[in-house]
């Protein structure tokens, strides 16, 4: 695919992190030991961490002119219209204005069966909001990642168990992905078996903010790369392990 890139659409935002000595008590002053400003978003957390892995990415969502802003819209099926998609290999959707994100992803399937099978574009989504409309984009990703938190609620207990639970409402031949913090990480290829990976914790846990979009980087750079589901699988739960030892993002490349 050359030098092709990764694009990741969704949220760009600012995110203050103060840190205190023990999580606070409600109702309770607490000092803080030190703030941070940071940029965060799932999208632009993968991209961040894409980039890190010297991956060619780029991000689509709407930029604030200023450190702060209200109300950034979304991005629509008219700004994606916009996109030139012969210059991607790979698009991958946080799940958000997921109306719109279904024809967006109609775009990329329509100009999928026109090319040659080499420059078809991977479509992945994240499903990590428990919202309704979310979750229409089950069947819509070549990759589907599936929150903890919404395999829960819908009564899931294991990331195994979210897997046969949710394979149902996949496009045939797609990958479901679902994390579970400490416990690691399972996926299910289109031939329908469970893998598993573990995690690693790194020595100290430090800072989880963005574990998760660390993990979906690091699947989506070793699969277009070429890695099996089991090596992508693995290489997600250690950068993200990696990432949880450290503030932000500094030390997560290898």
């Given at each position: 695919m050359g030098d092709k890139k990764i694009l990741c659409i969704g949220l760009v935002c600012l995110d203050i992190i103060n840190v205190v000595d023990k999580y606070p008590e409600e109702d309770t002053d607490t000092r803080c030991l030190s703030q941070r400003w940071q940029r965060g978003g799932n999208a632009s957390n993968t991209c961040t961490v894409l980039s890190?892995?010297?991956?060619?990415?780029?991000f689509m969502g709407s930029l604030a002119p200023g450190p702060v802003a209200e109300n950034l819209p979304d991005v629509s099926v008219e700004d994606f219209s916009k996109v030139d998609l012969s210059q991607y290999k790979w698009i991958h959707w946080e799940g958000r204005n997921a109306d719109e994100q279904v024809k967006m992803i109609e775009r990329?399937?329509?100009?999928?069966?026109?090319?040659e099978e080499k420059n078809r574009i991977t479509i992945s989504v994240e499903i990590e909001k428990i919202r309704e409309p979310l979750y229409q984009l089950f069947p819509l990703g070549d990759l589907v990642f599936v929150s903890k938190d919404v395999a829960q609620h819908f009564g899931f207990t294991s990331a195994a168990a979210a897997l046969k639970g949710f394979c149902g409402r996949l496009r045939k031949g797609a990958t479901l992905i679902c994390?579970?913090?400490?416990?690691?990480?399972?996926?299910?290829?289109?031939?329908?078996?469970?893998?598993?990976?573990?995690?690693?914790?790194?020595?100290?846990?430090?800072d989880t903010l963005g574990a998760g979009d660390t993990f979906n980087a690091s699947m989506i750079y070793s699969l277009s790369n070429g890695g099996s589901l089991q090596d992508a699988l693995t290489f997600g739960c250690q950068i993200a392990g990696k990432k949880c030892g450290v503030h932000g993002y500094d030390g997560i490349s290898h």
């Open positions: 890190l892995l010297r991956a060619p990415c780029a990329v399937r329509e100009y999928n069966s026109k090319q994390a579970w913090a400490e416990k690691g990480a399972d996926a299910m290829g289109p031939d329908g078996v469970i893998i598993h990976s573990d995690a690693f914790p790194p020595e100290k846990l430090v």
